[in-house]
């Protein structure tokens, strides 16, 4: 990872597995700091080609030229492996993932929720994983452009033990381009912390179509969607019924995280909601795969989190019933938008 510190002069390779809205605008920063990156791709691939990855930011418009690959051979081993795949894709790792990585070679996820890293750690060794969480507002509005509309701060750590230099290399990478990055001595309970904000805003805003009777823990009547349009950050938080149920799923949460030995802050939960309100009408990623009609991230985001709750001992009725109606939405989710 090093290669320019000791003086080879070989650029430092990375390869991005996954080129949506995160994969790419990350990557795209890596880029600017003069290191050699490679994104694999295929919808975008004759875009990115011609045109590069279009990054419009309120720190300033740029358009990144990466090298462009259709499999993951015509890259080769890298220094570090990005990914920012949907958890939909996690069954690629294998195939995507290992013709990149040789001796030496570092794998970052960017993903949302649990269990990422422990599935590469299972493939590739643990030794070589670290975990990011990313706390950005990006949407992709084309192919191979991205808005970045607001924050963009990256925390990150290694799977399983304390931050160690290669952590401390990639934070520098990106600092160096205004990306304000921390770094981690417990990635583990990082995740937790930002599950406070993921479960109830990525889940609400889609759950909200079949009405908030759904929600309610003991509910056993039919789910359908109600409405047409997911409901946005701002939307959530302006109705009183919707904010309540956002507290509530925080709670719960933030109780899970503290029987499994995270001490997470109550004071979270009002700190994240006025955070929220500042970012206006968000579409969080869920509601967007949702309305694309694509598979929503389950498992990680939701069901997971769920089952760990439930081994710690902790009582979670209304992530239950978010889980539930989630579930069944994402059975008759409407056919992939034009």
Not at 141 to 151: E, F, M, N, S, T
Not at 167 to 174: K, L, P, Q
Not at 317 to 334: G, I, K, M, S
Request: net charge neutral; aromatic share 6%; with cysteine.
């Amino acid at each position: 990872m090093k290669a320019e510190e000791q003086g080879t002069h070989r650029p430092w390779k990375v390869a991005v597995v996954g080129c949506g809205a995160v994969g790419s605008y990350y990557g795209a920063r890596l880029w600017q700091t003069g290191a050699e990156v490679h994104f694999l791709l295929r919808s975008d691939y004759e875009a990115v080609c011609a045109d590069g990855v279009r990054i419009l930011s309120p720190q300033g418009d740029f358009v990144a030229r990466p090298k462009c690959a259709r499999v993951p051979e015509e890259i080769g081993p890298v220094d570090l492996v990005l990914i920012g795949l949907k958890t939909t894709a996690n069954d690629r790792f294998e195939p995507l993932v290992r013709p990149l990585v040789g001796r030496e070679t570092a794998v970052l996820t960017l993903q949302n929720g649990l269990g990422n890293e422990e599935a590469l750690a299972r493939l590739f060794g643990p030794e070589r994983i670290l975990g990011g969480l990313c706390f950005v507002c990006l949407n992709r509005i084309a192919p191979g452009v991205i808005r970045h509309i607001a924050h963009g701060l990256v925390m990150l750590g290694e799977y399983g033990r304390p931050a160690g230099e290669r952590v401390r290399h990639i934070a520098h990478r990106w600092e160096m381009m205004g990306v304000p990055c921390r770094v981690t001595d417990d990635l583990e309970r990082a995740h937790w912390e930002k599950l406070v904000w993921n479960i109830p805003f990525n889940g609400l805003g889609v759950a909200a179509l079949a009405g908030w009777e759904a929600l309610e823990p003991g509910y056993r009547g039919p789910i359908r969607p109600l409405r047409n349009t997911c409901v946005t950050t701002e939307e959530l938080l302006a109705d009183p019924v919707g904010r309540e149920r956002v507290r509530l799923l925080m709670r719960e949460v933030i109780a899970a995280a503290r029987a499994l030995g995270h001490a997470l802050e109550e004071s979270l939960v009002e700190e994240m909601i006025a955070r929220t309100r500042a970012m206006g009408p968000y579409k969080a990623s869920t509601l967007l795969d949702y309305e694309k009609g694509l598979p929503l991230e389950l498992e990680s985001l939701f069901e997971e989190p769920r089952r760990r709750a439930a081994r710690a001992g902790v009582a979670t009725p209304h992530l239950d019933a978010l889980c539930r109606v989630l579930r069944e939405l994402d059975r008759h989710r409407p056919a992939h938008a034009p």
